[in-house]
T-cell receptor, first 118, second 110 residues
Framework: GAVVSQHPSWVICKSGTSVKIECRSL??????MFWYRQFPKQSLMLMATSNEGSKATYEQGVEKDKFLINHASLTLSTLTVTSAHPEDSSFYICSARDRTTMILDEQFFGPGTRLTVL | QQPVQSPQAVILREGEDAVINCSSS?????VHWYRQKHGEAPVFLMILLKGGEQKGHEKISASFNEKKQQSSLYLTASQLSYSGTYFC???????????FGQGTTLQVKP
């Protein structure tokens, strides 16, 4: 149980294009999902908290208009990197909290999406 | 507010022990531990919820000293499969978000 999937696993795109990354909780409902970015040999940096049915909460320094987050259902959150540039190349990872065990604060991570912007 | 992990890197031989520490500048009510293999997503190891709590799974255990605002991860008789980067995470707010330490890279050699 508690499986989170991400799609795509990797993507290569040209500078200036937009890329959408999906995060799904496969066997549980997630009222809250989190989006992280990780550069090589660095820690996971939280970008935003995605809540089902409401606007995402972005961390300081993260551009809302560049990283669009939509949490349309209890099992799906999407991150769209708009007008991507080479500096946006990174490993993007989502995680989700099971609404039935939220008290434990446990997060289940997706496998990650490697974005390369040429 | 990012927790501080030490050491930054450890190299061990199979069968040796290691300790990874995680310290916070603010009060803690829980600590999470994850392991990440290269190119993969982090994998949950355990959560410690109470001061003084200790947990373990096989030969990996952890303790949580609430008063000292720190947690330690103990890897006993390390195996090759223990290699990876270990992160501790602490709650950033009551929204459930986690703030991760900078990571400790563990390499176990035969």
């Amino acid at each position: 149980g508690a499986v989170v999937s991400q799609h795509p696993s990797w993507v290569i795109c040209k500078s200036g294009t937009s890329v959408k990354i999906e995060c799904r909780s496969l066997d549980f409902q997630a009222t809250t999902m989190f989006w992280y970015r990780q550069f090589p040999k660095q820690s996971l940096m939280l970008m935003a908290t995605s809540n089902e049915g409401s606007k995402a909460t972005y961390e300081q320094g993260v551009e809302k208009d560049k990283f669009l987050i939509n949490h349309a259902s209890l099992t799906l959150s999407t991150l769209t990197v708009t007008s991507a540039h080479p500096e946006d190349s990174s490993f993007y990872i989502c995680s989700a909290r099971d609404r039935t065990t939220m008290i434990l604060d446990e997060q289940f991570f997706g496998p990650g999406t490697r974005l390369t912007v040429l | 507010q990012q927790p501080v992990q030490s050491p930054q890197a450890v190299i061990l031989r199979e069968g040796e022990d290691a300790v990874i520490n995680c310290s916070s500048s603010k009060a803690l009510y829980s600590v999470h531990w994850y392991r990440q293999k290269h190119g993969e997503a982090p994998v949950f190891l355990m959560i410690l919820l109470k001061g003084g709590e200790q947990k373990g799974h096989e030969k990996i255990s952890a303790s949580f000293n609430e008063k000292k605002q720190q947690s330690s991860l103990y890897l006993t008789a390390s195996q090759l499969s223990y290699s990876g980067t270990y992160f501790c995470g602490i709650p950033g707010s009551n929204t459930g978000k986690l703030i991760f330490g900078q990571g400790t890279t563990l390499q176990v050699k035969p």
